[in-house]
């Protein structure tokens, strides 16, 4: 059997990676009734990557034979105060404003991945961000980083929600691991209280189906209607159950330097609906917007609109009305119709 390699040894490599948050974990598999759950209440039903490999996402020894160390990770992006001034509120969440941080990940996981090869060349490793098989959450929460708040998302202390994470699995033991992390919530209720959806049956459990983040982000279909009026002031994603957070209070350190919000994430959904085809692929481009699409993200920008009754707002969704594409046609003409 291999030694066990030192646990300061890799959280400081994690660290010279740029990785703010490191935690490590024993790789003992996850219980899954939460998960099992989830799946079979319908919650994730949109979400075709989420029924696959199961039994993988649920046991890091199924992804690495061996699997022996679960290392959590967390990059922090802005908390914001680049909003300051803007002369409309940006509605582009502020995970998405800046660099994708899948990329962000992806890089310095692959630094990572490099130094721990030199501490011990015949390691294998897994590294995940979002779309592989971990929960990287409930990683997260045992690897002491923060806890899973009511919201379902992982608060920390000292950053509060404003992270994103990835998980790397490795077959080597460490000398020491963390604790997991208590859950700090107590008697609160101010995230399950601020969703403009409903989208909490419980709490710590969201549907996604519900959730603005998934209908602006993951759906290229049209928006159900029953969830349009919730739209307003948001055309990607959501920060609403995290708004209201008392942990992410004023006076967070600032974000990864790398993540700092980009032009087209502050734009307001007037600017966003009248983008051209040739702004959006130039200024979309290497952020997580790209993900929705050209019509996708004016689809949601025209809803937000509508729904927010802002001045100057009818001009544009007057144009959008005539647009070629029937999903932002569609929204549009919605908007006029139903609209504050
Ligand atoms: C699917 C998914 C979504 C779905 C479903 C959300 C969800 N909560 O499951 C949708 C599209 C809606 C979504 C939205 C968002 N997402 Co998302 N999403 C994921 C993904 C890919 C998988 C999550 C998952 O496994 N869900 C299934 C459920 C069952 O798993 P779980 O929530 O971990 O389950 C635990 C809880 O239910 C908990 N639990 C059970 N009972 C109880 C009871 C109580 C009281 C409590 C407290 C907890 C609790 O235990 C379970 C097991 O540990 C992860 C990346 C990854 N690979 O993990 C990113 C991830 C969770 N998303 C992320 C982000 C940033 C978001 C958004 C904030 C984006 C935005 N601003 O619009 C929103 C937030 C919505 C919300 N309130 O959760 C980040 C979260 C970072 C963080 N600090 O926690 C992640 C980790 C991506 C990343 N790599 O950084 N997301
Ligand atoms: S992201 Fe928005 S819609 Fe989704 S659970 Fe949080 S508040 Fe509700
Ligand atoms: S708003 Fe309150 S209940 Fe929700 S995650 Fe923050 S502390 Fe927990």
Redesign the pocket.
């Given at each position: 059997m291999s030694p066990a390699l030192s646990a300061d040894g890799v959280i400081a490599a994690a660290r010279a990676c740029r990785f703010t948050l490191v935690g490590v974990a024993p790789a003992a598999p996850?219980d899954p009734a939460?998960?099992l759950h989830?799946l079979e209440a319908g919650y994730?039903s949109g979400?075709a990557a989420?029924h696959r490999r199961v039994a993988q996402r649920l046991d890091p020894g199924a992804v690495v034979p061996g699997a022996r160390t679960v290392i959590a990770l967390g990059i922090p992006y802005s908390a914001g105060k680049e909003t300051a001034g803007q002369p409309e509120r940006p509605v582009i969440?502020?995970?998405a404003r800046g660099r994708d941080?899948h990329l962000a990940h992806r890089d310095r996981m692959r630094a990572l991945r490099h130094s721990l090869l030199e501490m011990d060349p015949t390691l294998n490793s897994y590294a995940?961000?979002?779309?592989?098989v971990?929960?990287?959450?409930?990683w997260?929460?045992r690897a002491g980083l923060g806890w899973?708040?009511?919201?379902?998302?992982?608060v920390s202390r000292e950053h509060g929600?404003w992270?994103?994470?990835?998980v790397m699995v490795i077959d080597r033991s460490l000398d020491r691991y963390h604790e997991p992390h208590p859950?700090l919530?107590g008697d609160c209720d101010l995230c399950l209280r601020a969703c403009p959806t409903g989208a909490f049956p419980?709490?710590?459990?969201?549907d996604?189906r519900l959730?603005l983040?998934?209908q602006t982000?993951?759906n290229h279909e049209s928006i159900p209607v029953a969830l349009r009026a919730a739209l307003a002031g948001r055309a990607f994603?959501?920060?609403a159950?995290?708004e209201v957070c008392p942990y992410n209070h004023a006076g967070l350190p600032p974000g990864d330097p790398r993540q700092t919000a980009r032009p087209i994430g502050l734009m307001s959904a007037t600017e966003i609906a009248t983008l051209g085809r040739d702004d959006f692929a130039r200024l979309a481009a290497g952020t997580p917007m790209a993900r929705a699409g050209y019509h996708g993200l004016r689809r949601n920008a025209a809803l937000a609109l509508g729904s927010d009754g802002r001045p100057g707002a009818r001009a544009a969704l007057v144009q959008l009305s005539r647009d070629t594409s029937p999903l932002v046609s569609e929204a549009a003409q919605w908007a006029l119709g139903h609209g504050r």
């Open positions: 996850l939460p998960f989830w994730g979400l989420m969440a502020r995970y941080y995940c961000v979002d779309a592989g971990a929960m990287e959450k409930a997260a929460e899973i708040g009511k919201h379902g998302l992982v929600s992270f994103t994470l990835s859950r919530c419980a709490p710590g459990v969201v996604a959730c983040s998934f982000v993951e994603g959501c920060d159950c995290q």
